[in-house]
């Protein structure tokens, strides 16, 4: 199998001005932007390393002068504190916004609003749909629906019955993942989904929602999750519960891989893991800084995400606790691998 492979698709925005303003000192490279961060929710593992990737990316821009400011603002999961959280920056006279969006639909006036204030936006991730925002979006398409059909055709040889653990409830990631996983398990007839849940991308919360449905199906073969710290809570469920352990797919944290390695060394333990890179905060950071100061990026960017399988899980199995496998995307790494600047 191949070795991890990690990327973004990344996308950014400029300077703040009113429609009177002078907009060749948009590319001013000297410019101290100030620069926010609004990020829907903040109750998992992903969510929690993608702020502290963004945070450390622009301390060190602020300490190296490049930055005025920058704020971060989490919110719970919903529409309304978000809306509330970007009309506040609006009025705070920030220069753009980093938008990781609570629905790719609902956030799209307020987001209009920031556009035609001057204030450029990105909506990475979880993305929003506004036509005026820059969209940074992994391929998870590609990345989720293929681990689904390897854990279908390759794990369970077309057979079986599989629960799907859904991520985010309304938020686009988890709607596009769910898609994918079910065209991938269409082509596999002899295979039924007995069941489907929200684990909200949260170890806690998935762990109590597969132990609340295990009593009511009877046979479980695989379960196909959606990362961002569900993995090991889905574990735990099925171990308190006594049952027999089905193939879980694993989301990337390195408890899941810890335990995973342990399953190796009693036996063997087939199963696939594999995740989008939270350290997009940074990169997202950094591009959105670069643009400011004058650099072009298209519009829509989608990059792969991250995948472990038996072949190199040695890599990564001793990771501390409470961590997602992820690159640290860098200044430099950015303007090399993601930025064309204007001549």
């Not at 002078?22 to 702020?51: E, F």
């Not at 920031?114 to 506004?130: M, N, P, R």
């Amino acid at each position: 199998m191949k070795s991890i492979c990690f990327a973004l698709f990344v996308l950014c925005f400029g300077s703040v001005y009113s429609s009177k303003a002078d907009n060749t000192q948009n590319s001013l490279p000297n410019k101290k932007w100030k620069i926010a961060l609004s990020n829907s929710y903040y109750g998992n593992i992903w969510r929690r390393q993608m702020v502290d990737a963004f945070k450390d990316a622009a301390e060190k821009a602020k300490a190296d002068g490049l930055i005025s400011e920058y704020i971060i603002e989490n919110g719970d999961g919903t529409v309304n504190q978000q809306n509330s959280q970007l009309s506040s920056l609006i009025l705070q006279g920030v220069d753009a916004i980093a938008i990781n969006a609570a629905s790719p639909t609902a956030l799209n006036g307020v987001i209009d609003k920031a556009c035609a204030a001057g204030i450029k936006v990105v909506a990475f991730d979880s993305i929003a749909t506004a036509d005026c925002a820059y969209k940074l979006d992994f391929d998870m398409v590609g990345l989720f629906g293929k681990m689904a059909d390897y854990i279908a055709g390759n794990l369970l040889n077309g057979k079986g019955d599989v629960l799907l653990v859904r991520g985010v409830k309304g938020s686009a990631p988890d709607q596009i993942i769910s898609d994918a996983q079910k065209d991938a398990l269409k082509k596999y007839p002899d295979i039924k989904i007995v069941g489907e849940i929200y684990g909200q991308a949260t170890t806690s919360v998935a762990q109590a929602a597969v132990a609340n449905i295990l009593p009511t199906i009877p046979h479980i073969d695989a379960v196909i999750a959606q990362g961002g710290g569900d993995d090991i809570g889905i574990v735990q469920a099925f171990e308190q519960s006594g049952r027999k352990l089905p193939i879980i797919q694993g989301g990337g944290t390195s408890n899941f891989l810890r335990w995973w390695s342990e399953q190796i060394n009693k036996g063997d333990y087939r199963t696939i893991s594999g995740n989008t890179a939270p350290g997009i905060g940074a990169a997202a950071f950094w591009l959105t800084l670069d643009v400011l100061n004058g650099a072009e990026v298209p519009k829509v960017l989608k990059m792969p995400g991250a995948s472990v399988t038996a072949d190199n899980l040695k890599d990564y199995s001793n990771l501390p606790p409470g961590q997602i496998v992820s690159p640290v995307y860098t200044k430099d790494w950015v303007e090399e691998n993601l930025v064309s600047k204007k001549k």
